[in-house]
Structure formats: C-alpha cells, structure tokens
C-alpha cells in the first residue's frame, strides 16, 4: 500500500480556502486517493475519492496532478465547523474493507 | 437516527476487567468494521463481518479481544483482562455489499483503563 505524507496541522481563518497536500509518490496505477474528515468525539467521515484530474462535490473539491505522486484536498471558505483532522487515504476505492488510516492533518479554524 | 449507534460511548474500568461493547450498524448494511483509535493516530482496522461471517481480524486483536455478529446485525467487541494499553477510541463502522458504498462511522466508545 502507498504510504502517504501529509502537514501535522494547519491553521486558518474564517472565509479563507484551505488546501492540504498529501504526498504518495508510490501510489499503483490501481490505487484510488481518498479523503477523510474526522471531528474530536466522532468517527470519520467520508469527503471525496478520486482518481485523476480533479473531482468536486458539494463540500471539497480534490485535485490530482498528471503524475499523481501528490493530491490536493481543497476546502472553499472555511468555517470554525470545519475544525477537523483530515485524513488521505491511498490504496482505496468505496468498497475497500481494510481501511488504512495515517496520523491526517489537523486543520484549527480560527475566527 | 438511522446512522451507526456504539454503546457506550464512554467506559471506565480497572485494570483486570472485562469490558464489552455493542455496535448498532445501519439497517441492512451487511458488513460491519471494527476500529481502534489512541490519541494522535488514525483509526486502526481490528476485523469486520460479512453478515455473521468473521472474515478478517488484524493481529492487534490478541487472544484477550473476541467479536461476534451472531444474528448478522448488530455486533459486540469483548476485552477480557483489560489493560492500560487497551486504553483508546473503538470505532465500529458498517456499510452495504454494493461496490459504490463507502463506510459509515459510528461516534466510538471510549475506553479508559485505570
């Protein structure tokens, strides 16, 4: 499985874009990138999964590169709800059973 | 609430003790997930079921950790003889067969062994 890398924490302010980077330069040509959120007391939750290019839903928007060695999660004008650790997740599609989850990003929004 | 239920969400116990959690899965979701998570990491995959089948446990699930899904809907994670290092968020998560679902998460329960 592609071992991926991502920032320990970021910080923002309210309104602003935030974009987290996840590295995973031996990612197979099978591999799927997914994106996890996870608020303190919950469980995770599932953002978006892409494979090339980029993908958009209503919440976050994910940019792959040609070369898709790194991803790009993007988060249009933050809010302090979306305080959150966010997780990349490589190796997987929708119905992998074994998750493998990293430490993720912690992203602190501030007002 | 149709979302996945764990009960209880917090548990206090002693060291030696056996503790025993129940997770709730959404309502026709064949395949259930069992996590374990300690402070500052990810998740980390225990076992999940296929309806009451048992079809994959990690090597974190020693011999002390028992899962069952006896009637294929909701599960119970056992821990017998507990000890400080089993101290941790244990997450169950459920999803359907279908290909295009991905795993829902419960809230967790946590567990403090003192």
């Known amino acids: 499985l592609a071992k991926t890398t991502q920032p320990i924490s970021m910080d923002s302010y309210e309104g602003q874009e935030v974009n987290i980077t996840c590295s995973h330069n031996?990612?197979?040509?099978?591999?799927?990138i997914t994106w996890y959120q996870q608020f303190p007391s919950q469980g995770p939750r599932f953002i978006i999964q892409g494979y090339k290019t980029k993908v958009t839903n209503e919440v976050a928007s994910l940019f792959i590169p040609a070369d898709r060695k790194s991803s790009t999660l993007s988060l249009p004008r933050v809010s302090l709800s979306d305080t959150a650790v966010y997780y990349c997740?490589?190796?997987?599609?929708?119905?992998?059973?074994?998750?493998?989850f990293g430490t993720g990003t912690r992203l602190q929004v501030f007002p | 609430d149709t979302g996945v239920s764990q009960d209880p969400r917090h548990k206090i116990t002693k060291r030696g003790q056996n503790v025993t959690f129940r997770c709730d899965p959404i309502?026709?979701?064949?395949?259930l997930y069992w996590y374990r998570q300690t402070l500052g990491q990810g998740p980390e995959f225990l076992t999940y079921?296929?309806?009451?089948?048992?079809?994959?446990k990690s090597r974190l699930l020693s011999d002390r950790f028992s899962a069952e899904r006896p009637k294929g809907s909701f599960s119970t994670l056992e821990i017998q003889r507990t000890e400080q290092g089993d101290s941790a968020m244990y997450l169950c998560?459920?999803?359907?067969?279908?290909?295009?679902?991905?795993?829902?998460f419960g809230p967790g329960t946590r567990l403090t062994v003192l």
């Open positions: 309502s026709e979701h064949n395949r």
């Open positions: 997740l490589v190796g997987v599609s929708y119905n992998t059973d074994k998750l493998i």
């Open positions: 998560a459920s999803r359907p067969d279908r290909s295009t679902d991905t795993q829902y």
């Open positions: 031996n990612i197979a040509t099978n591999d799927y």
């Open positions: 079921f296929q309806n009451e089948a048992q079809l994959e």
